[in-house]
């Protein structure tokens, strides 16, 4: 009998140490990349809710206030950035599209978990949807509710995250969102709450599905698979959002013109309309060569043809896209084509 144990031991220290890890079914490795947000915030006391600072409690700092999170999966933590997602910008976009894509292709990171401010979460997790070709899962989340705060929600999203990330259902489904137990696909994710902790939601469509008891349970597919992946080079074109409204005589179409602008997502009324002013200066403009996407103000439905004298200035109708989102494809867009018809068909598929 020793001797049989003693020929076990030896012939399980000879066993590579990685036919060994996979003998003892591993947990899936998980890497949280922080890049600030509220989630990371601070206030003054635990009541503090609205005006503490955004971006300043580091990764290792929010993984220890979970240690539980290690019985779901071997999360490591590294720092992008610290900031308040307001100030998000192109370089601080590229750096994070470039390490996503990294650690994406290594064999010892099985998902990913993107901590980020909620205010700009949408247009982040859109951006890598178009800019990151990979099984692996990436999840982004944050929290309504700094880490100070009593109630803070925070720690619960990040361990849902985790969950979400760790989660084999939820391989190919492309960049998620996960906020309060929901959990949303990036292109149909949208914040439309200023404070309250249930913020998003996916207007039309609603969750792809939520975290229950046993982990992540997926109702259904996203709606859109299909993307081309954009490679990111900086600087990406310059493209202004300009809101509708009563009274909009189109007299900032001049100046996104004069500052520049390749591209003009108009967030018009309804159904993408645009009153007749400025419809004729967004006419000139396009006419000069600025690709012109009609968007609505409306969180709800998609932008449909409608006008024929939209389809004979150019304008491309954003689809279900909000104008945020149109936005960031847009940009991608411009930096890879000029091509108007091109482009058209992107914003179809
Ligand atoms: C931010 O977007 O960084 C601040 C707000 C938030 O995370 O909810």
């Given at each position: 009998m020793e001797k049989l144990f003693l020929l076990a031991a030896v012939m399980l220290a000879m066993t590579p140490a990685y036919i060994r890890t996979v003998a003892a079914a591993p947990h899936p490795r998980v890497t949280v990349l922080a890049t600030g947000g509220t989630i990371a915030g601070r206030g003054a006391?635990?009541?503090?809710?609205?005006a503490y600072r955004a971006g300043v409690i580091g990764v290792d700092e929010m993984l220890a206030v979970v240690p539980e999170i290690q019985g779901v999966a071997d999360v490591t933590g590294e720092q992008l950035c610290n900031i308040d997602?307001?100030?998000?910008?192109d370089e601080l976009w590229q750096r994070l599209v470039v390490r996503v894509n990294e650690l994406l292709t290594r064999?010892?990171?099985?998902g990913l978990v993107i901590t980020h401010g909620t205010d700009t979460m949408e247009e982040t997790a859109f951006l890598l949807s178009l800019t990151v070709d990979s099984k692996k899962t990436v999840v982004l989340t944050g929290a309504m509710?700094?880490?100070?705060?009593?109630?803070?929600?925070g720690p619960r999203n990040l361990v849902d995250a985790v969950r979400v990330a760790a989660?084999?259902?939820?391989?190919?489904?492309?960049v998620l969102v996960v906020m309060n137990g929901e959990i949303y696909a990036a292109k149909e994710?949208?914040?439309?709450?200023?404070?309250?902790?249930?913020a998003f939601t996916s207007p039309d469509a609603g969750p792809l599905g939520h975290i229950g008891a046993g982990g992540a349970v997926f109702d259904r597919e996203p709606r859109c698979h299909k993307h081309p992946t954009f490679t990111f080079e900086t600087p990406l074109p310059r493209v202004d959002i300009l809101y509708g409204h009563?009274?909009?005589?189109?007299?900032l179409v001049e100046a996104a013109f004069r500052a520049g602008a390749r591209g003009i997502v108009y967030a018009g009324l309804g159904n993408g309309s645009i009153p007749v002013e400025t419809e004729k200066r967004l006419a000139k403009a396009a006419a000069a060569g600025v690709i012109v996407v009609r968007a609505s103000?409306?969180?709800?439905?998609a932008v449909v043809p409608a006008d024929p004298s939209y389809t004979a200035a150019g304008f491309i109708d954003s689809g279900a896209l909000n104008p945020q989102k149109a936005r960031v494809l847009l940009r991608l867009a411009l930096a890879n084509t000029g091509d108007r018809g091109e482009i058209q068909k992107m914003f179809q598929e």
């Open positions: 006391s635990p009541s503090d809710v609205t997602s307001k100030d998000m910008n064999d010892d990171v099985d509710l700094p880490a100070t705060a009593q109630d803070a929600d989660a084999p259902e939820a391989a190919g489904k492309g994710a949208a914040k439309l709450h200023t404070t309250g902790v249930a009563e009274g909009d005589d189109g007299v103000r409306i969180n709800g439905g």
